[in-house]
Nanobody
Framework: QVQLVESGGGLVQAGGSLRLSCAAS????????MGWYRQAPGKQREWVAG???????NYANSVKGRFTISSDNAKNTVYLQMNSLKPEDTAVYSC??????????????WGQGTQVSVSS
């Protein structure tokens, strides 16, 4: 079983910045990719950014140029640097990992989420 724990959320004013972290732990054999999703109340979960084990990154159009995803493979940790935050960025941000453990086949693990609130 893989556990993902997010941190770094909070309340900021529009134009501000936050840096989210997500650390994966457990009997990890391989992490193929990690990413960030967000979900506002009443809306479906939206993909935000992803990074592969090789370091290749991708972003949703809504955050390109403002957010940066990075990872520390040795720590099994992914980060999301969020700059120029907008009220529409307000959501619960969840970490995702495409992982394989020593005892399981490849599957998607999810963290519990961290709240990001951006005031206008």
């Amino acid at each position: 079983q893989v556990q993902l724990v997010e941190s770094g959320g909070g309340l900021v004013q529009a134009g501000g910045s936050l840096r989210l972290s997500c650390a994966a732990s457990g009997s990890i054999s391989s992490i193929y990719s990690m990413g960030w999703y967000r979900q506002a109340p009443g809306k479906q979960r939206e993909w935000v950014a992803g990074i592969s084990s090789s370091g290749s990154t991708n972003y949703a159009n809504s955050v390109k140029g403002r957010f940066t995803i990075s990872s520390d493979n040795a720590k099994n940790t992914v980060y999301l640097q969020m700059n120029s935050l907008k009220p529409e960025d307000t959501a619960v941000y969840s970490c995702n990992a495409d992982v394989r453990t020593y005892y399981s086949e490849r599957y998607n693990a999810w963290g519990q989420g961290t709240q990001v609130s951006v005031s206008s």
